[in-house]
């Protein structure tokens, strides 16, 4: 069952049992750190959903935190007594039985940390069941057993349960701006996760089996020296370096017209070309002015000038430090890589979604930001993590993956390749990126001057450079990668008397869901009717700055000085925003209008659409206070209209689209 499907279970289930939520909490935190019991039941993944649930205004908050720790008081507290009770008799009651290796572990961790084990254990997953049978076996006091107990439990429910709150809040306010802003947060959200698990597992995949490998690699290439030649290049220490460089960069030109190949039969490849035409469509459907801010940002990382100065500081750290083989290594693969991409584009010549580039850069395969961004990050990680411990070296690679895979994505998102752009960019990166750092791990230098930490830092702080010189780019980036609009023209009397039919009937959100019907046309100028409006009470809204995000949290706030959050339509956030106060402390009155393609003729004068609703605030257990369109789009446009009619000197038309919901035409 997936998250999604479990959040429905559950919350169908809450809202039919409303009496029993609270003990359904105890249950599973009691069930979370019960002995052993606690291995089989997926309390951190629970815990999320019923944050969620929290977050959704379903249950209460500081009563089922009260339930959370509760439970997990009582869980730790049977374990305890159960170690108290069998000692190391314990050991050969089943199902401790089963896990002796675990009691092991929890006895070294207890003994290593004594009583403050049992708080740092209850967040430590692999011995988070079994550390308060331990204290019990140990004979730790029960006095002091329970202070800690409760201590730790009332510390564990917030940080298991608020992250599930966040997260739904989050996930109510994207869903309020648009449905597409939802599904994209939730998608990256789930690409991330998979990302940093794939590369844990592959990780611990390869780690114990790679020497073995190695060694069987070198015996077969030592008995056949014609062909394997190439294999002691990469691994034999005590092959000549210059050798090995050369024969790699003979596998550089293999590879680079094995890729061509593989384009050329892409491109004959019908399915393919359909699944990328499908990504791309899907993709597209899914643009928002927020994400396309967030996906320009991203994609800064694998941009020429960010991947320069990540390299800059790179290169100039370890030269400093004397570590030339690091510099030659990775200068050798980024460089090597650029190459490969730029003779790939021009031989290929595969034509862009969109054209955004001049020159050779016109062309799509591969994606060069991918097989960047994928080289140079995971170069860096394979440095950094030759100088780790081993079982932290995955988190290098998870790191490199996870910006490796956001700027595919952003890619994918601005619609500025296909998919077999950014796979082929990807798979390119990484081929080159393990053997070139195969080599550099078999022939590591004679002295490490480079300690892990401190070159960590200084790759973090080029980051954080990146990253504020990227913020600075998004402004003028956002409008390269902005989708492209045909303009239609439309007669200003053929709109007037029917042509206002033809223009779409609901907001343009997720899969195109009909909830919110567009309900009002206005052409010219926006000013203009601002103004009228502002005669009869309506306003422009507080803006969504920190200042007035920040009143969101606030428990006492006149409705009036809340920010109101934009909404989507068609990919575009409304161009005129007013309100007006309805007298109630919870509701105000709402006008959107967004552009519209279509220009009235004579004159090219702009065509807008947009609705009037109720936006309900509500606060969200206690902490911050929800914003909801109400269903009601009737009597919202009847208050507008009132209010228009009273404005001199406009033309007003009140009609009916299909017998159904009236529109304002003015």
Request: proline letters at 5%; hydrophobic letters at 55%.
């Amino acid at each position: 069952m997936d998250a999604a499907a479990l959040v429905e279970t559950v919350s169908h289930w809450i809202a039919t049992h409303p009496g029993w939520a609270g003990w359904l909490v105890f249950a599973i935190a009691l069930g979370e750190s019960l002995a052993v019991v606690g291995l089989f039941v997926p309390g951190a993944v629970l815990m999320f959903v019923i944050g969620a649930l929290v977050g959704g205004g379903m249950m209460e908050l500081w009563s089922t935190l009260a339930w959370a720790a509760a439970g997990a008081v009582a869980g730790d507290g049977i374990s305890y007594w159960l170690g108290r009770y069998y000692h190391q008799r314990l050991r050969q009651v089943w199902p401790f039985s089963r896990y002796p290796a675990l009691i092991d572990k929890g006895e070294a961790f207890f003994q290593r940390h004594g009583g403050k084990g049992v708080l740092f254990g209850r967040f430590v997953g692999p011995v988070r069941p079994i550390i308060p049978v331990v204290a019990g076996m140990m004979d730790m006091p029960a006095w002091r057993f329970s202070l800690i107990n409760v201590l730790s439990a009332l510390l564990w429910a917030p940080a298991y349960i608020l992250p599930g709150v966040v997260f739904s809040s989050s996930l109510s306010m994207a869903t309020e701006v648009a449905g597409r802003l939802a599904v994209v947060m939730l998608l990256l959200f789930t690409v991330l996760l998979v990302t940093v698990w794939l590369m844990r597992r592959i990780f611990w995949l390869l780690q114990p089996r790679a020497n073995p490998v190695i060694s069987r690699i070198l015996l077969w290439s030592r008995r056949h020296p014609l062909v394997g030649g190439v294999a002691e290049a990469l691994l034999d220490p005590e092959h000549p370096e210059a050798r090995g460089l050369a024969i790699l960069s003979v596998v550089l030109f293999v590879a680079v017209v094995v890729s061509v190949l593989l384009v050329t039969a892409i491109q004959e490849s019908q399915l393919l070309g359909n699944l990328d035409l499908l990504i791309f469509n899907a993709l597209q459907a899914l643009r928002t002015p927020w994400a396309d801010q967030v996906m320009v940002f991203v994609t800064w990382f694998g941009d020429m000038y960010a991947i320069g100065l990540l390299l800059l500081v790179a290169v100039g750290w370890l030269g400093w430090k004397g570590n030339w083989r690091a510099v030659s290594h990775l200068v050798a693969a980024a460089v090597c890589t650029e190459i490969m991409v730029l003779v790939l584009k021009a031989v290929t010549a595969i034509d862009r979604p969109v054209a955004i580039y001049h020159g050779v850069n016109t062309f799509s395969f591969p994606s060069g930001h991918t097989a960047m961004s994928t080289v140079v990050y995971g170069m860096l990680a394979i440095i950094v993590a030759g100088m780790l411990p081993v079982a932290r070296r995955w988190l290098a690679y998870g790191l490199a993956g996870v910006l490796a895979v956001l700027v595919g994505f952003s890619r994918l998102y601005l619609g500025a390749h296909w998919f077999s752009d950014v796979l082929g960019g990807f798979l390119l990166g990484v081929a080159w990126a393990a053997l070139v750092g195969i080599a550099y791990r078999r022939h590591p230098p004679a002295v490490q001057r480079v300690t892990a930490g401190r070159f960590s830092v200084v790759i973090a702080a080029a980051l954080v450079v990146t990253a504020l010189w990227g913020a600075a780019q998004v402004g003028r980036e956002v409008d390269r990668y902005a989708p492209v609009r045909t303009v239609e023209r439309l007669g200003m009397e053929q709109w007037w008397q029917e042509g206002w039919a033809e223009l779409p009937a609901y907001r343009a959100d997720f899969r195109s869901l009909h909830n919110h019907p567009l309900t009002v046309q206005w052409d010219g100028s926006i000013a203009d009717l601002r103004d009228y409006l502002g005669e009869v009470g309506w306003y422009v809204p507080p803006s969504l700055d920190i200042t007035h995000a920040l009143r969101l949290l606030a428990s006492q706030t006149d409705v009036g000085e809340l920010p109101v959050l934009p909404q989507v339509n068609d990919g575009r956030h409304e161009a005129l925003r007013l309100v007006h106060t309805t007298g109630r402390s919870d509701r105000l009155l709402v006008l959107r209008l967004w552009p519209t393609d279509v220009v009235l003729v004579p004159g090219d004068v702009p065509l807008w659409q947009g609705n009037v609703t109720w936006l309900r605030f509500s606060r969200v257990a206690g902490l911050v206070t929800r914003v909801s369109t109400e269903t009601d789009f009737i009597q919202p446009l009847n208050v507008f209209f009132r209010d228009i009619e009273r404005i001199k000197g406009l033309s007003v038309k009140r009609v009916f689209r299909n017998g159904e919901l009236p529109k304002t035409v003015a």
